[in-house]
């Protein structure tokens, strides 16, 4: 893919000693071009440019790893198992914390404090659902919290209760930080311990670059040691979460751009406009069509958003995303950007609007003019698509996750995992923006992206509206050689074959970085690969003295 988001295809790829590309061409041109290069045999292999990941949040995806995981449960009594021997197992956390509970999948009523009660009273729990919206606790963590009869819910939240006013044990949407605050932090190590995972999970998958997403200066801290002990195996870009109570520490110190070889860097800030509609917390114009109650005193308007804005670029920040699921948080958020605009002293701003779920047609055209992208929740849609439907009515439903209507507008669109945090690759990212097929079920398909069109949104167009567009998002001379091995070519074979592929290999600045069942050395200086052609005869060259 080129800087234009059209495909090219080549046989072989030459890379520097600096770890990006020189050339690519037939492998007859790249010999030519430097005889003495290191070859490696692709072996009919397919390369594509690595998948980035432009709204990540690594130490959710990490913690879910660590922490107990219910997802996998198909009864409430499997999952209650499954919590007495994770506590038998971890006999000193004091916490018991997981996610992954579903009484839809479970196809029973939402479970009680009494049920965790019954498996393990003396340590409080902790569960939150799999689509993130609600959690579920026992007794002793509700009394820790203070939560009892007479606890009112905070706006936008709800506290379960059974008839007499007493609390079910079920919290959903702002009412989930009562007992969500006062468990205590995790050590630093086992921060650092969750990131590492979600690096190795990402890597596996085939992401050799994140925009991680609302990140706070202790998680910052801890990028910048992995990164000087040279721990980090693929980029990390970070965006700073205005909300947190140390935001101005980060913001005083101003953006960090690409150190320790362009692995790290402090790019951004996000801002949080509104929730999302599957919690019932995006804000709309019009009310929600099942009758859920709003409290909008929690949203952030225009004025707040371009206050915040006005402050970070005084100190030196050009990539701003914006949080707006809902079309009255997006409207706040394009008044916001609209003022902001002619204060910017860099024309060179990445603006953009995260978790897009409900957009009218006016909407997308004012993005267009402003020179605002947007990040497409493809994760928001794999949990939630009755449930927005629901929320909105058939009528407002028809613009919902409007990808193809933002594309053929000409906003720049990308695609991240959050805010939900899921452990689904990127090709499965791929199939739903290439097909809007979630559990067998396809929706909305006027809405669908071409192969082409998704694997750019991955990739290139999550690196433009990085700002790094330049260095990473293609195969081309002069970026970084950050590449995914593919068992298959899905681009010829289309859209039934993505869900079927594999990722054999992830090489981040020209080094295998992911290579299972390998025994071939960590680094390699330059490589000539071979691309769904026969593996070559010919005797590798002699590696170049240095």
């Given at each position: 893919?080129?800087?234009?988001?059209?495909?090219?295809?080549?046989?072989?790829?030459?890379?520097?000693?600096?770890?990006?590309v020189e050339?690519?061409?037939?492998?007859?041109?790249?010999?030519?071009?430097?005889?003495?290069?290191?070859?490696?045999?692709?072996e009919?292999?397919t390369?594509?440019?690595?998948?980035?990941?432009?709204?990540?949040?690594?130490?959710?995806?990490?913690?879910?790893?660590?922490?107990?995981?219910l997802?996998?449960?198909?009864?409430?009594?499997?999952?209650?198992?499954e919590?007495y021997?994770?506590?038998?197992?971890?006999?000193?956390d004091?916490?018991?914390?997981?996610?992954?509970?579903?009484?839809?999948?479970w196809?029973?009523?939402?479970?009680?404090?009494?049920?965790?009660d019954?498996?393990?009273?003396?340590?409080?729990?902790?569960?939150?659902?799999?689509k993130?919206?609600?959690?579920?606790?026992?007794?002793?963590?509700m009394?820790n919290?203070?939560?009892?009869?007479?606890t009112?819910?905070?706006?936008?939240?709800?506290?379960?209760?059974?008839?007499?006013?007493?609390p079910?044990?079920?919290?959903?949407?702002s009412?989930m930080?009562i007992?969500?605050?006062?468990?205590?932090?995790?050590?630093?190590?086992?921060?650092?311990?969750?990131?590492?995972?979600?690096?190795?999970?990402?890597?596996?998958?085939?992401v050799?670059?994140?925009?991680?997403?609302?990140?706070?200066?202790?998680?910052?801290?801890?990028?910048?040691?992995?990164?000087?002990d040279?721990?980090l195996?693929?980029?990390?870009?970070?965006?700073?979460?205005?909300?947190?109570?140390?935001?101005?520490?980060?913001?005083?110190?101003g953006?960090?751009?690409?150190?320790y070889?362009?692995?790290?860097?402090?790019?951004?800030?996000s801002?949080?406009?509104?929730?999302?509609?599957?919690?019932?917390?995006?804000?709309?114009?019009d009310?929600?069509?099942d009758?859920?109650?709003?409290?909008?005193?929690?949203?952030?308007?225009?004025?707040?958003?371009?206050?915040?804005?006005?402050?970070?670029?005084?100190?030196?920040?050009?990539?701003?995303?914006?949080h707006?699921?809902?079309?009255?948080?997006?409207?706040?958020?394009?008044?916001?950007?609209?003022?902001?605009i002619?204060?910017?002293?860099?024309?060179?701003?990445?603006?953009?609007?995260?978790?897009?779920?409900?957009?009218?047609?006016?909407?997308i055209?004012?993005?267009?003019?402003?020179?605002?992208?947007a990040?497409?929740?493809?994760?928001?849609?794999?949990?939630?698509?009755?449930?927005?439907?629901?929320?909105?009515?058939?009528?407002?439903s028809?613009?919902?996750y409007?990808?193809?209507?933002?594309?053929?507008?000409?906003?720049?669109?990308?695609?991240?995992?959050a805010?939900?945090?899921?452990?689904?690759?990127?090709?499965e990212?791929?199939?739903?923006?290439v097909?809007?097929e979630?559990?067998?079920?396809?929706?909305?398909?006027?809405q669908?992206?071409?192969m082409?069109?998704?694997?750019?949104?991955?990739?290139?167009?999550?690196?433009?509206?990085?700002?790094?567009?330049?260095?990473?998002?293609?195969?081309?001379?002069?970026?970084?050689?950050?590449?995914?091995f593919?068992?298959?070519?899905?681009?010829?074979?289309?859209?039934?074959?993505i869900?079927?592929?594999?990722?054999?290999?992830?090489?981040?600045?020209?080094?295998?970085?992911?290579?299972?069942?390998?025994?071939?050395?960590?680094?390699?200086?330059?490589?000539?690969?071979?691309?769904?052609?026969?593996?070559?005869?010919?005797?590798?060259?002699?590696?170049?003295?240095?």
């Amino acid at each position: 893919m080129d800087s234009t988001g059209r495909l090219k295809k080549f046989t072989s790829i030459l890379v520097g000693n600096d770890g990006r590309v020189e050339a690519t061409g037939t492998s007859a041109d790249l010999i030519k071009r430097d005889h003495l290069a290191v070859r490696v045999d692709g072996e009919g292999k397919t390369v594509l440019p690595g998948f980035v990941d432009a709204s990540a949040r690594m130490l959710k995806l990490g913690m879910s790893f660590l922490a107990l995981d219910l997802s996998n449960t198909k009864s409430k009594a499997e999952a209650l198992q499954e919590i007495y021997r994770y506590s038998a197992e971890n006999p000193s956390d004091r916490w018991i914390v997981g996610t992954g509970w579903d009484e839809v999948r479970w196809r029973d009523e939402d479970p009680t404090s009494a049920d965790l009660d019954s498996v393990l009273p003396d340590r409080p729990i902790w569960i939150i659902h799999s689509k993130g919206h609600k959690g579920w606790a026992n007794s002793l963590a509700m009394q820790n919290a203070q939560i009892t009869v007479k606890t009112k819910a905070p706006s936008n939240g709800e506290i379960f209760r059974y008839k007499n006013d007493a609390p079910t044990g079920i919290l959903k949407g702002s009412a989930m930080k009562i007992i969500q605050d006062i468990i205590p932090d995790s050590e630093i190590f086992q921060k650092e311990k969750a990131i590492n995972q979600a690096i190795r999970i990402n890597i596996t998958n085939g992401v050799t670059t994140v925009y991680d997403w609302g990140i706070n200066a202790p998680i910052w801290g801890i990028y910048g040691r992995m990164a000087q002990d040279d721990r980090l195996d693929m980029r990390v870009f970070t965006i700073a979460d205005a909300r947190d109570k140390n935001f101005k520490l980060l913001l005083k110190q101003g953006p960090t751009i690409l150190i320790y070889n362009q692995m790290l860097s402090l790019r951004g800030i996000s801002i949080n406009a509104d929730g999302t509609i599957v919690n019932r917390s995006a804000w709309l114009t019009d009310d929600y069509s099942d009758e859920s109650s709003v409290d909008k005193r929690d949203f952030c308007r225009s004025s707040c958003l371009s206050n915040i804005m006005a402050k970070a670029i005084a100190f030196g920040f050009r990539s701003i995303g914006i949080h707006a699921s809902g079309d009255k948080a997006i409207d706040s958020a394009l008044k916001a950007f609209k003022y902001i605009i002619p204060y910017s002293r860099d024309q060179r701003q990445n603006f953009r609007i995260n978790g897009i779920e409900y957009a009218r047609p006016d909407q997308i055209q004012t993005m267009r003019k402003l020179g605002i992208g947007a990040v497409a929740p493809v994760g928001l849609m794999y949990n939630t698509a009755d449930n927005v439907v629901q929320a909105l009515g058939e009528q407002r439903s028809v613009n919902l996750y409007p990808w193809r209507s933002l594309l053929d507008a000409g906003v720049t669109l990308a695609s991240g995992t959050a805010p939900l945090v899921l452990s689904k690759s990127p090709l499965e990212y791929m199939y739903a923006l290439v097909t809007r097929e979630i559990g067998g079920n396809r929706w909305q398909t006027e809405q669908r992206l071409n192969m082409r069109e998704a694997f750019y949104a991955l990739t290139l167009g999550a690196a433009t509206l990085g700002g790094d567009n330049s260095e990473i998002g293609s195969l081309e001379p002069g970026k970084w050689a950050d590449m995914v091995f593919l068992d298959r070519d899905i681009f010829a074979e289309g859209p039934p074959s993505i869900l079927k592929t594999k990722v054999l290999e992830t090489w981040v600045a020209g080094r295998p970085v992911y290579k299972p069942f390998s025994a071939e050395p960590s680094f390699i200086n330059r490589l000539d690969w071979a691309s769904n052609i026969p593996p070559t005869t010919e005797r590798p060259q002699k590696k170049r003295k240095r």
